[in-house]
């Protein structure tokens, strides 16, 4: 109860706290956001300024149009003429130059935003992808058997990558139709006030709809980005195990499953479109109403001689600059919905608090003698209690100890609380008499040599991953590694030796091969503490005997612990437990074992085919 205990206030730490990361809170994702790229501020204020003067320069033209029919309809006394500027000529010449220089601006500020924003939307892309992955790859063990490998694939990457679309494009949109709104009204009152009051009429009707269409389309939106990683999970699953579906046969219903996956996904992507797609041609009727109102009351007031000739004409090319740029509201809301669902997601997933809380303690590797002991010891998994009960026992320095049992006795798990990817739900577990939870994960986890019945391989060289054990390991200690574990002959056999790439997870080796090298990083390593789960389960004889010459040789001088099936390759152990119902039933050596002719004899002559004998 008492880690229960520990993991709530964790949580509730977790979700006071507030970080760079935007905080767990109910907050907008927006929000969240630019909490998180805090360190950009200054980048997020350039790209919006030079956002805000290229739409403040593109709004020009229709002034420069304007000063035009000025000069052509009142000819000395146009505006720059009032200026002192006399000469029809002179005046389209200053007009010219001024043009020139506007567009000049222009286009510079359009470089300018462009690259700012894209620049700024890749550092964030980059940044968020990495933090996201760190801080998963730091959650643990139980997050991974929880949830699926694809969902995650989907959150790091697809996600991401949509948030950068936003602020690549979405992000300006947005900040130049501000732009664009406030500035045309703020001319349209310089020019005359009825006529600004018609240009804003259709605004607040525009802006309501927005808001409405805003918040069903959040909802759509969500659930696309669902789809997409349940989309993504079954392509995972399909892709790693497709040796499985080819010897089954199972190509066409797997075919059919994730038809059915698309198939929810573009009827949830179409639900989204309908409603986004409805927006514009809404939209639009307002704008037309906005512009017709604009032609004919605004014409009768230049023919009545209250509005100038030219005002008339800056004042129905800035209706068009004004209402016609939001009829891409739609589209960019259609994007800003999109990137804010990826977004929350996102934070959902980086803001996912860490249950497993590190020690402080440190442990130096060198000074690890290897005495591990497990004191009353209880565990259960969410799915399935009862896994140990009560369990106890003492794994003495250099000493070899076994766990035998069958399948769901609790062996791995033993292992797993070894390395602390879980914590005992009672009891204690003790390292050189450091409780583990005090001890740091890394400094505990560098004292372990683990090598698993499932080898891990990147999909790299036969030299990057023997060196997995040892980054900065020289030539000579993985040649070394490699001879130990009895891989170094066949190393030299391939075409391009210890630059020979294996493929992703290996493929191109065997699974003896795999498992040897496996063995070899471990060697590399050189840990005090050597666990070895199911190390030649998957081996042939021949392939597990030169396995097993490895392993006797590296067990030297170390604490080790065997977890096996096969009983042959724990026969030489100092002691072996034999579990069942995450209890031990049985404790001795391989003789004394047999002599006393409980379960581990009636497993024994299982697997040598000796004849049971009655009881």
């Known amino acids: 109860m008492k880690k229960r205990g520990n993991e709530v206030r964790l949580i509730a730490k977790a979700f006071k706290a507030g970080d760079k990361r935007g905080g767990v809170k109910d907050t907008h994702p927006l929000i969240k956001l630019f909490r998180y790229g805090e360190q950009y501020r200054l980048d997020f204020f350039l790209a ?23 000069i052509v309809v009142r000819r000395e006394n146009s ?22 220089i ?11 935003y462009k690259v700012k924003w894209r620049n700024l939307a890749q550092a964030i892309q980059n940044e968020l992808r990495l933090d996201t992955y760190r801080h998963v790859q730091d959650l643990e063990l139980a997050f991974f058997e929880e949830n699926n490998t694809g969902s995650l694939m989907a959150v790091i990457n697809n996600d991401v990558n949509q948030l950068e679309r936003f602020l690549d494009v979405g992000a300006n949109d947005l900040i130049q139709v501000t732009t664009t709104a406030v500035a045309i009204t703020a001319m349209f009152y310089g020019i005359n006030v009825p006529l600004a009051v018609i240009a804003t009429i259709p605004m607040p009707i525009i802006l309501f709809f927005s808001i409405k269409y805003q918040k069903k389309l959040e909802e759509r939106y969500r659930d696309v980005r669902e789809k ?23 190509e066409d219903y797997e075919a059919r499953r994730i038809a059915e996956a698309s198939k929810a996904y573009e009827l949830s992507n179409r639900r989204a479109i309908i409603l986004s797609s409805s927006f514009s041609p809404l939209i639009r009727i307002i704008i037309v109403a906005g512009f017709i109102g604009m032609l004919v009351i605004g014409g009768v007031e230049t023919i009545k001689g209250n509005i100038e000739i030219a005002a008339y004409s800056v004042a129905i090319f800035l209706i068009q600059r004004l209402l016609w740029p939001l009829t891409r509201l739609g589209e960019t809301f259609d994007l800003y919905q999109r990137s804010m669902a990826s977004t929350n997601r996102i934070f959902s997933l980086l803001n996912r608090p860490k249950l497993l809380e590190d ?26 209690p009862n896994i140990l009960r009560g369990l106890n026992f003492t794994v003495n320095q250099g000493e070899t100890v076994a766990f035998v049992g069958s399948t769901g006795a609790g062996k791995s798990t033993i292992v797993k609380l070894m390395l602390r990817f879980y914590d005992p739900t009672g009891g204690h577990i003790y390292l050189d008499g450091n409780e583990l939870s005090t001890l740091r994960l890394k400094d505990l986890r560098n004292a372990i040599g683990y090598v698993s019945q499932s080898t891990f391989l990147v999909d790299g060289t036969v030299r990057e991953n023997i060196a997995y054990g040892k980054l900065d390991a020289t030539d000579e200690e993985i040649i ?8 170094h002959d066949f190393v030299m056999s391939l075409p391009n030796k210890y630059e020979t790439l294996v493929g992703e997870r290996g493929h191109k080796l065997s699974g003896g091969q795999r498992q040897r090298i496996a063995i070899a990083r471990a060697v590399l390593k050189n840990p005090p503490i050597l666990i070895l789960d199911e190390a030649t389960s998957s081996v042939d004889n021949e392939t597990e005997a030169a396995i097993q010459r490895s392993l006797e040789r ?9 977890i096996a099936h096969r009983l042959s390759t724990i026969r030489n152990a100092d002691i072996i437990h034999v579990l069942e119902k995450g209890r031990i039933v049985e404790s001795g050596t391989h003789t004394e074992l047999l002599a006393f002719g409980g379960v581990y004899a009636a497993l024994w002559r299982v697997q040598t085919g000796e004849r049971l004998t009655a009881v």
Not at 58 to 65: G, N, R, V
Not at 79 to 100: E, K, N, S, W, Y
Not at 480 to 487: D, F, P, R
Not at 554 to 562: D, E, K, L, P, W
């Open 48 to 70: 919006s300024l030079y956002s805000v003067l290229n739409k403040l320069f593109d709004l020009a033209p229709p002034l420069l149009i304007g000063i035009a029919v000025d």
């Open 79 to 100: 505006i720059i003429g009032d200026f002192g500027i006399l000469g029809l000529t002179r005046q389209l010449i200053v007009l010219a130059v001024l043009t020139f």
């Open 102 to 112: 506007i567009w000049g601006f222009e286009s510079i500020f359009e470089f300018a």
């Open 228 to 250: 997409v990683g349940i989309i993504n999970a079954e392509l995972s699953n399909n892709l790693s195990g497709i040796m499985t579906i080819k010897s089954f046969g199972t």
């Open 359 to 384: 020690g402080e303690r440190e442990l130096r590797k060198e000074n690890v003698k290897g005495e591990i002991i497990f004191e009353n010891v209880d565990f259960d998994y969410p799915s399935r």
């Open 480 to 487: 070394e590694a490699a001879k130990v574990a009895e891989i």
């Open 554 to 562: 590296i067990i030297v001088g170390r604490t080790t612990v065997m």
